[in-house]
């Protein structure tokens, strides 16, 4: 088989093919779903890519921007809040330190331990960077929805 994903329908078709004894109706939505949020997630990445970031590096911001104002977080919370490690996000940080999106400050009651603050640019950043994301998801889940109504209103 070429190295170019199947599109989902040839999937679901092949998948019928091969497995004609199974009621395949629930695995072929599965499919849909599945195989749409990757496309959705890689159509993400790309847009991401565009402000020279990562994607940890981007969902490490919104984390910051969501908890809102002062947008600070101690490392061990963004650990936790983006299921990364501590060596991974200590990488990240860095970078984003690099590029003027964040600051890292000695926390006050514990010398041990750093406070991460969006900045002004990282806050700009990331709220540019989301509203296009969101934009094109929301443009691309439309599409779905009238793919998969059209699909539902020729079956009747």
């Given at each position: 088989m070429t190295e170019q994903k199947l599109n989902i329908e040839e999937l679901i078709t092949r998948t019928k093919e091969n497995w004609p004894q199974d009621n395949l109706d629930a695995g072929a939505t599965a499919v849909r779903l599945i195989r749409s949020g990757d496309m959705m997630l890689s159509n993400s990445r790309n847009l991401i890519e565009r402000f020279n970031i990562t994607p940890a590096e981007f969902d490490t911001l919104a984390t910051l921007r969501k908890m809102g104002a002062p947008y600070t977080l101690t490392p061990s919370e963004l650990c936790k809040a983006n299921l990364l490690s501590s060596g991974g996000l200590t990488k990240i940080l860095i970078h984003l330190e690099d590029m003027g999106l964040i600051s890292?400050?000695?926390?006050?009651?514990?010398?041990r331990s750093r406070l991460i603050t969006l900045t002004e640019k990282g806050?700009?950043?990331?709220?540019?960077?989301?509203?296009?994301?969101?934009?094109?998801?929301?443009?691309?889940?439309?599409?779905?929805?009238?793919?998969?109504?059209?699909?539902?209103?020729?079956a009747d």
């Amino acid at each position: 088989m070429t190295e170019q994903k199947l599109n989902i329908e040839e999937l679901i078709t092949r998948t019928k093919e091969n497995w004609p004894q199974d009621n395949l109706d629930a695995g072929a939505t599965a499919v849909r779903l599945i195989r749409s949020g990757d496309m959705m997630l890689s159509n993400s990445r790309n847009l991401i890519e565009r402000f020279n970031i990562t994607p940890a590096e981007f969902d490490t911001l919104a984390t910051l921007r969501k908890m809102g104002a002062p947008y600070t977080l101690t490392p061990s919370e963004l650990c936790k809040a983006n299921l990364l490690s501590s060596g991974g996000l200590t990488k990240i940080l860095i970078h984003l330190e690099d590029m003027g999106l964040i600051s890292r400050e000695t926390h006050v009651s514990d010398k041990r331990s750093r406070l991460i603050t969006l900045t002004e640019k990282g806050n700009y950043l990331i709220e540019e960077s989301m509203a296009i994301v969101l934009k094109e998801q929301e443009q691309k889940l439309s599409a779905i929805y009238t793919c998969l109504l059209y699909t539902s209103d020729a079956a009747d």
